[in-house]
C-alpha cells in the first residue's frame, strides 16, 4: 500500500504492478483521517511507514488497477491541452491589456505575439496526437461517442472525463463518482444553526473544470435539464447551485451511458428500466 503524493508514487506502484504484486493506491486525506484516529502524534517517515502498515491490515483496501497505455496517453493528452488552454488565455489578457497601456513597446508586443503563435501551434499538435490515438483505438473512440451523444457534451469534455476516470475502473456507484469529482454535497451542523450546504470541491479539479461549460449550455437546449435547473432556482438566490447540479447529472450520465456501453436516449422514460435503456438522470 502506498499514499497517493503527486507523481512521485507512480514508479513504485508501476513497478509492483508489473511485478504481480497487489497493491492499494489511497488519498492522503484518507490516511491523515485515519492517522487522527489512533494515538499517533509524531510525524516521521518511520511512524507514517507504521500507520500505513497497520492501516493496510486493520481495513479492506481496493487493490489497484494500473491505467492502460491508452488510458494514460489520453489523460496526459487532455491535461497537456487544458494546460496550454489556461496558459493561451492568460496571454491573450496580458496582450490585450499591455497593447492599451501608454507607448508600450513594440518589441514587447511582438514577443507576446510569437508567444501566442506557439501556444496555437502547440495546441494543433495536442489535437492531432489525440486524433491519432484515437484512430489507433476504435474501441476507445466507440465509447467515447456514447458520451458525445448527450447534447452540450463535446469530445473534449468526454476525453477529459474518461481520462480523469481511468475509464470509470475504480468507481463502484454514482456516490463515489460524485465525491471523487468533488461535487458532492457536504453539510456543517452541530449546536448552532444550520449553515447552507455546499460541495466539498476536495476532488477531481479537472472534472469541475472541464463540466462547467457543458453544463451552462445544455441549458440552452436540453427541456429536462431546464425544467430541473428552473426547480433549483426557484429555490436558491443565485443560479449557482443550479448549474453545479446540473455538472453533477452530466457527470452520473457519462457514468451510466460508459458503463451500459449505449448511447444517450432523449425519450428515456424511467418505465422503459426493466429494457435496461440508459436513462438521462432526473
Same mark, same amino acid.
Given at each position: 500500500? #502506498?499514499?497517493?503524493?503527486?507523481?512521485?508514487?507512480?514508479?513504485?506502484?508501476?513497478?509492483?504492478?508489473?511485478?504481480?504484486?497487489?497493491?492499494?493506491?489511497?488519498?492522503?486525506?484518507?490516511?491523515?483521517?485515519?492517522?487522527?484516529?489512533?494515538?499517533?502524534?509524531?510525524?516521521?517517515?518511520?511512524? @507514517?511507514? &507504521?500507520?500505513?502498515? &497497520?492501516?493496510?491490515?486493520?481495513?479492506?483496501?481496493?487493490?489497484?488497477?494500473?491505467?492502460?497505455?491508452?488510458?494514460?496517453? !489520453?489523460?496526459?493528452?487532455? &491535461?497537456?491541452?487544458?494546460?496550454?488552454?489556461?496558459?493561451?488565455?492568460?496571454?491573450?489578457?496580458?496582450?490585450?491589456?499591455?497593447?492599451?497601456? %501608454?507607448?508600450?513597446?513594440?518589441?514587447? !508586443?511582438?514577443? !507576446?505575439?510569437? &508567444?501566442?503563435?506557439?501556444?496555437?501551434?502547440?495546441?494543433?499538435? #495536442?489535437?492531432?496526437?489525440?486524433?491519432?490515438?484515437?484512430?489507433?483505438?476504435?474501441?476507445?473512440?466507440?465509447?467515447?461517442?456514447?458520451? $458525445?451523444?448527450?447534447?452540450?457534451?463535446?469530445?473534449?469534455?468526454?476525453?477529459? #472525463?474518461?481520462?480523469? $476516470?481511468?475509464?470509470?475502473?475504480?468507481?463502484?456507484?454514482?456516490?463515489? !463518482?460524485?465525491? =471523487?469529482?468533488?461535487?458532492? #454535497?457536504?453539510?456543517?451542523?452541530? @449546536?448552532?444553526?444550520?449553515?447552507?450546504?455546499?460541495?466539498?470541491?476536495?476532488?477531481?479539479?479537472?472534472?469541475?473544470?472541464?463540466? =462547467?461549460?457543458?453544463?451552462?449550455?445544455?441549458?440552452?437546449?436540453?427541456?429536462?435539464?431546464?425544467?430541473? =435547473?428552473?426547480?433549483?432556482?426557484?429555490?436558491?438566490?443565485?443560479?449557482?447551485?443550479?448549474?453545479?447540479?446540473?455538472?453533477?447529472?452530466?457527470?452520473?450520465?457519462? %457514468?451510466?451511458?460508459?458503463?451500459?456501453?449505449?448511447? %444517450?436516449?432523449?425519450? =428515456?422514460?424511467?418505465?422503459?428500466?426493466?429494457?435496461?435503456?440508459?436513462?438521462?438522470?432526473?
Amino acid at each position: 500500500m #502506498v499514499e497517493a503524493t503527486g507523481v512521485y508514487y507512480e514508479s513504485l506502484a508501476y513497478f509492483i504492478a508489473d511485478n504481480r504484486h497487489a497493491l492499494s493506491i489511497l488519498l492522503p486525506n484518507k490516511v491523515k483521517h485515519f492517522a487522527q484516529s489512533t494515538e499517533q502524534k509524531s510525524k516521521s517517515d518511520q511512524p @507514517d511507514a &507504521r500507520l500505513l502498515c &497497520r492501516l493496510g491490515l486493520e481495513r479492506a483496501l481496493p487493490e489497484w488497477q494500473p491505467p492502460t497505455p491508452a488510458l494514460r496517453q !489520453l489523460r496526459a493528452l487532455a &491535461r497537456e491541452r487544458q494546460s496550454l488552454t489556461r496558459q493561451g488565455a492568460r496571454l491573450k489578457t496580458q496582450h490585450h491589456a499591455y497593447a492599451q497601456s %501608454y507607448q508600450p513597446d513594440e518589441r514587447t !508586443l511582438e514577443q !507576446l505575439r510569437v &508567444r501566442q503563435q506557439l501556444l496555437v501551434q502547440q495546441f494543433n499538435a #495536442v489535437d492531432q496526437d489525440l486524433a491519432a490515438l484515437l484512430k489507433a483505438e476504435p474501441e476507445l473512440a466507440r465509447k467515447l461517442a456514447h458520451l $458525445t451523444s448527450v447534447p452540450g457534451i463535446g469530445l473534449t469534455t468526454a476525453i477529459v #472525463v474518461v481520462a480523469e $476516470t481511468n475509464g470509470f475502473v475504480f468507481i463502484e456507484n454514482e456516490r463515489q !463518482l460524485a465525491s =471523487y469529482a468533488g461535487l458532492d #454535497v457536504v453539510q456543517r451542523q452541530s @449546536d448552532l444553526p444550520a449553515q447552507a450546504t455546499h460541495i466539498s470541491r476536495r476532488g477531481n479539479v479537472h472534472l469541475r473544470q472541464a463540466l =462547467y461549460l457543458p453544463a451552462v449550455s445544455i441549458l440552452r437546449y436540453n427541456p429536462q435539464q431546464m425544467a430541473f =435547473y428552473a426547480r433549483l432556482r426557484a429555490c436558491q438566490a443565485s443560479g449557482k447551485p443550479g448549474v453545479i447540479a446540473v455538472m453533477r447529472k452530466l457527470l452520473l450520465l457519462c %457514468y451510466s451511458l460508459w458503463k451500459n456501453d449505449r448511447p %444517450y436516449n432523449p425519450h =428515456y422514460h424511467p418505465a422503459q428500466a426493466a429494457e435496461k435503456e440508459v436513462a438521462p438522470t432526473t
